[in-house]
DNA sequence: AATGAATGAGGTTTCATTCAT
DNA sequence: TATGAATGAAACCTCATTCAT
């Protein structure tokens, strides 16, 4: 219940380097969050920069342990690639700041550490790619281009961090429903005739009870456009 | 053929800002990258932050305004989709700095002009979103959340600013053409029997003349895993 | 008696100011009178423009506090205008530079923070204004324009900033006294006959026990023309 | 009619060395003023800094020129006090900026031209002082401290510079007369009797005529506190 | 554990001036 | 005469980090 000094000092720097970057938060900032000197902060943390690393090293760490947790589950591929867009996209709504700096602040990393974290990012989405051709292995999938694929389907799923919101209209289940339904069936109408029988349900994504009435996705009173795109 | 110094600037900025970033890269660096010193920069830029919301405001300019060229055709909504993305998709690759700058750095902009850029963002989107719609008011797409499709079609296409290599393997069409089967089919092999026949062949992709070679997509001498993800 | 640096660096910066100009003043200059780098300034000070307001700041709020003292003497106001002139003049002997910040510097504030100055510099002069005003309703002051005479009040009164020196031939007291005389009775000769009679003795000048001999009011070894003027 | 560019130039400067302060003026601000390049401008300056010795040496020329002329009239030395005051106020009046920058930037010359000024300015109030000593000597004034009333008189015409203002309710002419009243009788209520049959008329100030409506004395639309004071 | 002082390097920007064209 | 490019010095300020207390 009651966190440590160390652990409200990240979660300080995770709110801050999500909500104004990296280079714009100083070690100024975060003491203040956090209600101490920018002095004695010097005693939880080394340096900015190792904060920054131990955020996103944590993230991605998390990440990659969960996909393969996913790909080693003894079901079909593409019922595994389900799972692990499921996975991604709740993981993603629960932790969404995490992410972003992830995304967003790795380049902010000294080579070393940087090329560390990018080898790590390079693994998860081998791990997807993978996923994919044992799919196609499998019949359950078209051949395609494995790599194509699999950063259409990151892509899709981490852009996600710019636009989710907690208050808004979809659940995380929804979303994932719906993005597994694309990206296993395309948009478009299934032709008439036998077709809707061969099209194999789509796994992974749970029943949708609980879904909270429609309303608008956009959190309350807010003046920023949304969803942003491109 | 001769580049004037502002275009000089303006060019040496694109690339340190998307390979440092915008905090990381100080105007030295600039004056460094077009052998000029630090003050006379100034002949030709306002302010750092003026030439970031330039060259922020020319790209997202250009890509709207090439969006509402393609939604004015006189196509079927999917076909006029399909044209977007493969647009979308070229335009990153031949510009792939400015693209980046725009996705990484808006944040780095005063409110004021933040606000601007993201207004024109969230227009681009909504472009989209209107495409899918009418697509589906059209019989060709069957009813999605139009939203959540407009922003895994951005997601995967935005995605690309990061991995995306010109000497790679993958020509920018061919990518448009992979992306557009996704999107539009899915990945899930169609069923047996006539449902090809069924299938509604891509539109806006040209035929893939001029196909390289299979060759790694990795630019040689690179040390940096490719490609990255998530 | 041992000065924090906050008050160190104040008085550094009013010395300097006074003596250089605020613009001509760099912070470099500060910090390298009270022996710090000029980073570490910036635990003492906001901003140099701050620093000018405060210390503009402080010296009128002081001046208009004692002249509110004054103007609710229960005197009549003759005697209280006397008293002000007086405790002007002393005031602006014993703090002459910061005193001098305030007349020359005022315009290097921003808008927002000159204004308030400005109001204040209002008000004194209203103060002194009204003063004279009474002293013309309680008979004792010929009826005049009050305005033009509190300027001219306050024009000498405030020029002695540029003259004033505290090794000079005269003390505060003894300025005070022919200022006082001279505008309540001017320069001429008064006529002869019973018109000694009819002067009212000046009040609020103190008798001048403790003159110093007649001593050349220039301080030694000063290479600068004294007293200035225009 | 047609003023050369030099002229223009001298003018332009004059209003922003006022305005803006000397420092606070940047030569850019200048050429823009008279439609010039910066480059250009220095067609007709050499420097900033000998383009400010310009304005302030020629106008204290002038003061200077004009007292001495004034002091050498066959008339008694308080007539000539008199001429004295109304001519600088009328010159003040006539020409404040230039006057305001003497005043205001002496301070920013280079020692050497600075000093150049200073003793001309001493000059100028030695000429007054010596008026006053010779009044003195006449009879016409009472031995008071020639220097101190030299610099009352200083300061209350030279603080005209700040609250002048053109379109004020008071001419030039009857700021002088109420100041020489000021100056010579004093504030104070002459005694009751004869005493006014024993005043000296002001000299040196012309009737009255043309002396316009009461008016506010403060401009019009203006929202700046005034007079201002101290 | 906490602090406040201090640092030094570096950030962006301004600006008076020069000079080739 | 006019310009636009270029400069170099200096301006104010920020900030991550260290350290004695």
Same mark, same amino acid.
């Given at each position: 219940m009651?966190e440590?000094?160390?652990?409200?000092v990240?979660e300080?720097?995770i709110?801050?380097f999500?909500?104004?970057?990296?280079?714009?938060?100083?070690v100024?900032?975060i003491?203040?969050a956090v209600?101490?000197?920018?002095?004695?902060?010097?005693?939880y943390?080394?340096s900015?920069e190792?904060?920054?690393?131990d955020?996103?090293?944590?993230?991605?760490q998390?990440y990659?342990r969960r996909?393969e947790?996913?790909a080693?589950?003894?079901?079909p591929?593409?019922q595994r690639l389900?799972?692990?867009i499921?996975?991604?996209?709740?993981? *993603?709504?629960? +932790?969404?700041?995490?992410?972003?700096?992830?995304?967003?602040?790795?380049?902010?990393l $000294? &080579?070393? !550490?940087?090329r560390r974290?990018?080898?790590a990012?390079?693994?998860?989405?081998h791990?997807?790619?993978?996923l994919i051709e044992?799919?196609?292995?499998?019949?359950?999938?078209?051949p395609?281009?494995?790599t194509?694929?699999?950063?259409?389907?990151l892509g899709?799923?981490?852009?996600m961090?710019?636009?989710y919101?907690?208050q808004g209209?979809l659940?995380p289940?929804?979303?994932?429903?719906?993005?597994?339904?694309i990206?296993f069936h395309g948009l478009?109408h299934?032709?008439a005739g036998?077709?809707p029988?061969?099209?194999?349900p789509?796994v992974g994504t *749970?029943?949708? +009870?609980g879904r909270?009435?429609p309303s608008?996705n956009h959190p309350?009173h807010?003046? $920023? &456009?949304w !969803?942003?795109?491109p």
């Amino acid at each position: 219940m009651h966190e440590t000094r160390k652990e409200q000092v990240i979660e300080a720097a995770i709110h801050l380097f999500r909500t104004k970057g990296y280079h714009a938060t100083s070690v100024q900032d975060i003491a203040d969050a956090v209600g101490l000197r920018k002095g004695s902060l010097y005693h939880y943390i080394t340096s900015k920069e190792e904060l920054l690393f131990d955020i996103i090293h944590e993230t991605i760490q998390v990440y990659i342990r969960r996909l393969e947790a996913i790909a080693a589950r003894p079901e079909p591929a593409a019922q595994r690639l389900a799972r692990a867009i499921t996975a991604h996209i709740e993981a *993603v709504a629960q +932790e969404t700041e995490g992410f972003a700096i992830f995304i967003g602040e790795t380049r902010a990393l $000294e &080579p070393g !550490p940087r090329r560390r974290i990018e080898e790590a990012s390079q693994r998860y989405r081998h791990l997807l790619q993978q996923l994919i051709e044992e799919a196609a292995q499998e019949g359950a999938f078209r051949p395609t281009d494995s790599t194509l694929a699999s950063l259409a389907i990151l892509g899709a799923c981490n852009w996600m961090h710019r636009w989710y919101d907690p208050q808004g209209r979809l659940r995380p289940q929804e979303i994932a429903q719906q993005f597994t339904e694309i990206f296993f069936h395309g948009l478009v109408h299934p032709p008439a005739g036998p077709a809707p029988a061969g099209r194999a349900p789509v796994v992974g994504t *749970v029943p949708a +009870e609980g879904r909270r009435p429609p309303s608008p996705n956009h959190p309350p009173h807010s003046e $920023e &456009p949304w !969803p942003p795109g491109p």
